[in-house]
């Protein structure tokens, strides 16, 4: 049985209060790391761990940071990335609302790191009692001496401020969370310059997810190595997984990367509700391609998932059974990118809402011969073309649907009909 | 310099290139849409996608800067491709309405799919629509969003260019639409700049809507009459008709854009109150006659007033060669230097040739404003030389130009300037002085030491006269490497000009001794005033800015001429006017102006021009100071007779006539011909090109000048430098802190100089005459914003609307000059400004105590001057 | 704390006062119910910045309504995995029991249907929020009882207060 790192106050009543949080030993990380440690060692502390950013793109954190210059005349800025908009995710959401300090934690431990005074917490707008329970932490926390002019009688000043989101999952890309948190509409921006060197104000800048920060008070405490010696060494770490859709126990579950989707699907989360079968699984929230059935013995970590031509992403695992029609399901999925698409660059914008209305004639049964061959030629279009990656993981996903269940497409097309219905 | 290789061949780029940029200069065409050369690259509409060896994507052109080695390919079939879905995916929810759309025929995304789109479209499914009817955004700009293909070049030139963050851009995704706050562009500054840059049919101007195919339109290069900036526009016409003008995307010191008096006031020549035949005054009217007729009358008076003293004045929105020929006509066959080109203020010329001949700068705007610092002295460079407001802002922020404004009016361009300093327009000599003192103090040890002893000692001690601002901006001036200075004529209109323009002297020359190398340029409310200086339109000055008093210059001028030159000084128009109203003056010939309007108290404008012997006026509209005349001469207006500008950067430029003149009106040159074979004088008839060679010989700065060698983008005059006189003025003293408001003229945005009030279009977007100053003294008045007021001098008062503007000065009431129904100049006194006002609700009681000689400004009955 | 203040003290956060204007929305919001243009030109007035900058964000986020919306704000997660788990029937109940489309108001003012893409609590799908509050694991007697509470709040509230309009859909 997997100790649980991340989760381990998940379940306490108070949880999130300051008191429970320094009853297991909270804020301990910080105390060390500015007793013990200069920014530069938790960088190299960090690199050392091969903590990957989980908010999807798996990039190494350590070496993101230390692509921030050390000298710089402008402040630099921490941005969290809690916009929690990838359909199938909800990890970041029961961090902060069930054990906030362990971010506001990683967040001080991350900016003594990187060298930042002002940290902005981007909360989805919609998650309201997050926010209220993340406020009430910074609050506390600014009582106690963990935030605010030096930090715990150190040279550090540290603050947290958060920007409520106003529904955008646009906002979740780096870049465009940087313009809506300067005022602008989200809309991503050219890199480079990169957010380390331009990013918040034209300042150096870090953007990291919720759950990449909370790992970095544990790393600290126990470890590079300890953090390695969990799942694959390129991509190692406890991870939060997040299972919904069609099984017998969804729920959010903390297991090693790595782990088999099988068994993340079937043993823990309990497999396919009664008298169903699997039929597919998305393993990474919608961006990421949906793999069959037969595809489930894929380790779930960053490099194994890529090497299925899938993702881990945000590791947002959505279980379709043999009742659903997948057609749906990737009607579903493009309208949402479509939805979502900020309408910046053409191919994302144009290409979407014509692939949208061509997917939702074929699941009413209007489909017509070339029909398939024009979605494909639209995901050529899209894929790898569109200013940010919104637009290539919404073409990735049809593509895979188009290549895994065509049968289904044919269907629809030929019997002008939903074979589901 | 970096190597990179396209489509196999190869080429050196400056770092810091864009492939696209590369690709250019080899003349390899790479198509775009959200490109705009002025901008920051956008990269969205994703139609310049080009391979990059080594990069497993395409890559945007227009934003991936050239590496060194990189092997770039445009024109692979996967690329061919891309740019064909591209297309075809904007064409799925285009509406494919060309046959209706303006934009046919002109249009980039015709062009596009005609050279690189699919030949046929795979899309079957309906098209999301918008909305069915075009939205009028204002009173010019109309728009329709189904064509729109958020390339964003509109809403950037918005914010970037214009400054006017005007449009902007809703909802998000597919439903994304550029618009107005609201829907609405009511209060934007009209410049049509979004609709100059719209690829497509989206954007549009509402005057021209649906009235021409652009096929159908005779189009003719030319150049903006409304200020001195010199832009350089197209105007598009029909059978004489005028239609519309555009920009000239690729030439002038304006590119691609306008402002909105260029783009959308060139109608005033359709203006109504055209003179349409010549007309003498027969018992106190005005009767129409023939040419003849009015030849036969004026002869008969200028023989009887022969001997008599005469005087001269015209506008300097007037081409070179008519300029230059009417000083001759004065000089000449009027043998007087009774000659001047402003109504509105003096011109001191002893101090402002020398200024001009050490100082001026006759180089492209760009490149002036290039320099390390540029301090812009006076008005309000925003409502009145608009585009070049808009290269000061580019130099800004893009170019990191240190912005330094020094005025008494606040503008847009203050929000980008490292200083800013609100100078009383009372103390403007001052405040230079001031400036100049405190640019010793920073510099220091740079300067030599009895240079610094000079300086204080005409200036005094700096810390006792310099503020806090003045510190930022002399400091910023001193660390500068090399300073440009835009000068705003305001300084003319002081009667401290002399005093003024002399501490902007000392400022250069100790700019120059620090090794600045300062570039001065004027920023002229007027589309030719330096060409009409150039050309000698001043009492004191002959063509070339020779002094008159220069002997030898005199006599090579004559000997040309065949005239001997009258030695005599000249008047400037405010002591002609002394002249007719002492009962002295002949004739006084007015050509193209408006003086009763324009010059200060107009009580005593009108007695005096009621006083002149004979007042000949020469126009293409029926002017108030027409409706005095004793004889008025039809002349052509703009764009019905060609000759040249010379804009504020001394580029001379071709103005080119696009229909004849209209009615029974003559070319101005003409005109002077008939007027001068009257008194006796051979027909001569010269042609434009005839007075332009003419020019280039006698004036050095145009010295191997010729119309044909203009070019696209004009030519440059050339400066000829004198050392100035190395010694510093000493200060004027600090002015007495006003005790009531002053009252401070100019331009506004929409209207500038008396043309632009005969553009219908211009009235529509214009505000209400309005007079502007501070919130809080409009608190301390008890009114507010919208508010009708009464402004009230000794001579006169006027009603406006207020504006209130919370970046105003206090103490300052600001009034624009060319709404000629608030007759501004009635309220104005000569030899005094800014103007002492009082200003009240309008209807309420009048709180203050008559003041001595006020009148209502209507009353100009009496025919003797005002109290001044 | 007036919403000046509310606005200002939003304002102390950032180094800029554009990055205000989203924040000084969703407290404009509170306050008003929705975003008209009044509205937008109070909090362009407050922060000093642009009017069109304040309009562009108002339009560009979903949570953000220049159009006034009824007193419970029903907002129906319909992405795939509260799909899978039978949000479309949830969405056609709702349809019919409150006689109203997905996007409309109910002619009592009381309430406004959406669909809104993924809540981020897919782990008890399919989930409602409404207001602040989410309510997952729904199925039709759930959102029964749920309606009814909501109605029984607002029945409370009515009768607490003078009624403002006498209710035309009950
Ligand atoms: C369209 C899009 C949506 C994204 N949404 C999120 C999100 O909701 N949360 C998140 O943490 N990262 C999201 N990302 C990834 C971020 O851009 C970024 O990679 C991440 O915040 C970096 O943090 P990390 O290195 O800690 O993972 C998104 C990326 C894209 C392209
Ligand atoms: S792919 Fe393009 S339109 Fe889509 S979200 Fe990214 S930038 Fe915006
Ligand atoms: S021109 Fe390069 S992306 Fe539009």
Redesign the pocket.
Same mark, same amino acid.
């Given at each position: 049985m997997f100790e649980p790192v991340l989760l381990r106050n998940i379940d306490l009543p108070d949880g999130h209060l300051l008191s429970s949080y320094e009853a297991g030993g909270g804020y301990e990380a910080l105390a060390k790391v500015l007793r013990e440690h200069t920014p530069d060692e938790v960088v190299e502390l960090v690199k050392q761990s091969n903590l990957r *950013?989980? *908010? $999807? %793109?798996g990039?190494p954190?350590g070496m993101?940071w230390s692509f921030v210059p050390k000298q710089s005349e402008k402040p630099k800025y921490l941005c969290c =990335?809690a916009?929690? $908009?990838?359909p199938g995710t909800f990890k970041d959401r029961i961090i902060m609302e069930r054990d906030p300090h362990q971010l506001i934690e990683g967040l001080a431990v991350s900016g003594y790191a990187i060298g930042a005074e002002t940290a902005y917490v981007y909360v989805r707008g919609e998650y309201v009692t997050a926010i209220r329970r993340l406020e009430q932490a910074i609050a506390e926390a600014r009582d106690a001496g963990y935030l605010g002019r030096r930090v715990l009688g150190s040279d550090l000043n540290f603050d947290v401020h958060i920007h409520c989101g106003a529904g955008a999952? @646009?906002c $979740?890309?780096?870049t465009a969370m940087l313009e809506s948190l300067e005022g602008r509409r989200a809309q991503p921006r050219l890199k480079p310059p990169f957010p380390a060197v331009a990013g918040l104000y034209a300042s150096p800048t870090v @953007? =990291?997810?919720?759950e990449?920060l909370a790992c970095v008070p544990h790393i600290v405490a126990r470890g590079a190595s300890w953090f390695r010696g969990i799942g694959p060494d390129k991509s190692p770490g406890p991870k939060l997984y997040c299972v919904s859709g069609q099984v017998r126990r969804p729920g959010l579950y903390e297991l090693p990367m790595g782990i088999a989707l099988r068994e993340l699907v079937e043993e823990h989360a309990g497999g396919p509700l009664p008298g169903r079968k699997v039929q597919a699984v998305i393993p990474g929230g919608v961006s990421a391609p949906v793999i069959p059935e037969t595809g489930l013995e894929v380790g779930m970590d960053f490099d194994s998932l890529a090497a299925v031509g899938s993702m881990l992403g945000?590791a947002g695992v959505i279980v379709v059974d043999d009742t659903t029609c997948m057609v749906k399901v990737a009607t579903r999925i493009v309208e949402f990118f479509h939805h979502e698409s900020c309408g910046k660059c053409t191919p994302c914008r144009e290409g979407l809402n014509w692939a949208v209305k061509v997917l939702r004639r074929i699941e009413a049964g209007q489909g017509t011969a070339g029909d398939l061959e024009q979605l494909e030629m639209l995901c050529k279009g899209i894929f790898g073309n569109t200013f940010? %990656?919104?637009g290539d $993981?919404a073409a990735m996903g049809l593509r895979a649907a188009l290549e895994h269940f065509r049968d289904e497409f044919v269907a629809h097309i030929e019997e002008r009909r939903c074979p589901f219905h | 310099m970096v190597s990179i290789t396209i489509d196999g061949q190869k080429l050196e780029v400056e770092p810091g290139s864009t492939v696209l940029n590369a690709a250019e200069r080899l003349g390899i065409e790479i198509p775009t849409f959200c490109y705009w050369k002025r901008l920051p690259p956008l990269a969205s509409c994703r139609m310049c996608l080009v391979e990059i060896e080594g990069l497993r994507r395409l890559q945007p052109s227009c934003a991936t800067v050239v590496a060194e080695g990189m092997v770039v390919r445009t024109n692979t079939p996967l690329i061919e491709e891309t740019r064909s879905s591209m297309l075809d995916m904007l064409l799925a929810n285009h509406p494919l309405d060309c046959p209706i759309c303006d934009k046919g025929g002109e249009c980039e995304l015709q062009d596009m799919v005609m050279a690189y789109g699919p030949r046929e479209s795979r899309f079957r499914d309906p098209k999301r629509v918008f909305h069915s009817k075009d939205l009028r955004l204002s009173p010019v700009i109309i728009m329709n969003v189904n064509r729109c293909i958020q390339c964003q070049r509109c809403v950037r030139m918005c914010e970037d260019v214009v400054g006017a963050v005007a449009l902007g851009t809703v909802e998000k995704g597919m439903d994304t639409a550029v618009t107005g706050f609201e829907g609405s562009l009511a209060s934007c500054d009209q410049c049509g700049n979004c609709v100059e840059v719209c690829p497509v049919g989206a954007l549009m101007s509402f005057p021209y809507r649906y009235k021409a195919r652009p096929w159908d339109l005779k189009e003719t290069d030319t150049i903006c009459p409304h200020c001195g900036t010199g832009c350089q526009l197209t105007v598009g016409a029909r059978k004489g008709e005028f239609l519309r003008v555009r920009s000239d995307w690729e030439h002038g010191v304006n590119r691609e854009t306008l402002c909105v008096r260029g783009r959308f006031g060139l109608d005033f020549i359709e203006s109504r109150d055209r003179i349409k035949r010549p007309m003498i005054s027969r018992d106190g009217t005005l009767t129409p006659v023939s040419w003849m007729e009015a030849g036969d009358y004026l002869a008969r008076r200028l023989a009887a007033l022969d001997g008599r003293a005469a005087g001269g004045l015209i506008s300097p929105r007037l081409p070179n060669e008519v300029l230059y020929r009417f000083q001759k006509l004065m000089r000449t066959a009027f043998r007087t230097n009774n000659v001047d080109c402003s109504s509105r203020w003096s011109t001191p010329v002893d101090a402002l040739v020398p200024l001009i001949a050490g100082f001026y700068s006759r180089a492209p705007l760009d490149e002036v404003i290039g320099n390390d610092a540029v301090l812009v002295i006076g008005g309000n460079v925003t409502e009145e030389n608009p585009v070049t407001e808009y290269l000061l802002r580019d130099a800004a922020r893009q170019r990191r130009t240190r912005l330094l404004m020094l005025s008494a009016r606040p503008s847009r361009l203050d929000a980008d300037a490292q200083a800013v300093v609100r100078m009383r327009p009372n103390a403007q000599g001052h405040s230079l002085a001031a400036l100049a003192a405190a640019v010793a103090a920073a510099a220091g040890d740079a300067l030599p030491v009895g240079v610094l002893a000079e300086i204080r000692a005409a200036t005094g001690e700096p810390a006792a006269i310099a503020g806090a601002g003045t510190d930022r901006m002399a400091s910023a001036l001193a660390q500068a490497h090399s300073v440009a200075v835009l000068v705003s004529v305001d300084l003319l209109r002081s009667p401290e000009a002399r005093a003024t323009l002399q501490q902007l002297g000392n400022l250069l020359q100790l700019l120059r001794l620090l090794g600045k190398g300062p570039a001065m340029q004027f920023l002229f409310d007027r589309a030719n005033q330096l060409g009409a200086w150039d050309m000698g339109v001043l009492p004191a000055a002959l063509p070339g800015l020779q002094a008159l008093a220069d002997e030898h210059a005199r006599a090579l001028l004559g000997l040309a001429w065949g005239s001997e030159i009258p030695s005599e000084p000249g008047l400037d128009f405010d002591a002609m006017l002394e002249l007719c109203s002492d009962g002295s003056m002949g004739p006084l010939y007015v050509v193209g102006t408006d003086p009763l309007i324009s010059h200060p108290d107009r009580k005593f404008v009108r007695a005096a021009l009621d006083a002149a012997d004979l007042l000949i006026v020469q126009d293409a509209f029926l002017t108030e100071t027409a409706g005095l005349a004793d004889v008025v001469l039809p002349a052509a207006g703009y764009g019905e007779e060609s000759g040249t500008f010379t804009n504020n950067e001394g580029r001379v430029q071709m103005v080119r006539k696009f229909r004849e003149p209209a009615f029974e009106a003559r070319n101005n040159l003409a005109i002077f011909d008939f007027v001068a074979a009257l008194g006796n004088r051979p027909l001569q008839s010269p042609t434009e090109d005839e007075v332009f060679g003419e020019i280039a010989r006698l004036v050095p700065a145009y010295a191997g000048l010729s119309p044909d060698g203009l070019g696209a983008d004009g030519a440059f005059t050339r400066p000829a430098p004198t050392p100035p006189p190395a010694t510093f003025f000493a200060g004027p003293p600090a002015p007495q802190p006003a005790e009531r408001l002053m009252l401070i003229t100019g331009n506004c945005l929409f209207h500038n100089g008396y043309d632009s009030e005969r553009s219908e279009i211009l009235n529509t977007v214009a505000d209400d005459p309005y007079a502007e100053m501070s919130a809080e003294d409009a608190a301390e008045l008890g009114v507010s914003d919208g508010d009708p007021v009464v402004v009230q001098s000794a001579l006169g008062e006027l009603t406006a609307k207020l504006k209130v503007n919370r970046r105003f000065p206090r103490g300052v009431v600001f009034v624009p000059e060319n709404y000629r129904a608030l007759r501004l100049s009635g309220l104005m006194r000569r030899g005094e400004y800014p103007c002492p006002v009082e200003v009240r609700a309008a209807g309420a009681s009048n709180a203050i105590a008559p003041l001595a000689g006020s009148g209502k400004p209507e009353d100009l009955g009496g025919g003797v001057a005002g109290s001044a | 704390m007036t919403m000046r203040e509310e606005i200002e003290a939003a304002a102390a956060r950032y180094p800029s006062r554009r990055s205000a204007i989203m924040p000084a929305l969703l407290i404009a919001q509170k306050e008003h119910g929705h975003l008209p243009g009044a509205v937008l030109e109070e909090v362009a007035d407050i922060l000093g910045v642009e009017r069109i900058w304040v309009y562009e964000l108002a339009t560009f986020y979903t949570l953000f309504h220049t159009e006034p919306v009824g007193r419970f704000h029903l907002q129906l997660c319909d992405n795939v995995s509260c799909m899978l788990c039978g949000a479309e029937d949830l969405l056609r109940y709702l349809e019919a029991v409150l006689g109203t489309e997905k996007g409309e108001t109910t002619p009592d003012g009381l309430f406004t249907l959406s669909t809104v893409e993924c809540l981020g609590a897919c782990e008890v799908a399919p989930v409602m929020q409404v207001g602040d509050d989410y309510h997952g694991n729904l199925d039709i007697a759930r959102l029964e009882a749920l309606l009814e509470s909501l109605r029984a709040m607002a029945g409370q509230a009515v009768s607490a207060e003078p009624a403002p309009q006498p209710s035309a859909g009950e």
């Open positions: *950013g989980r *908010g $999807g %793109a990039f954190t993101k =990335n916009d929690e $908009g990838e999952y @646009i $979740g890309e780096e @953007i =990291n997810n919720v990449t945000s940010c %990656a919104l $993981g | - | -």
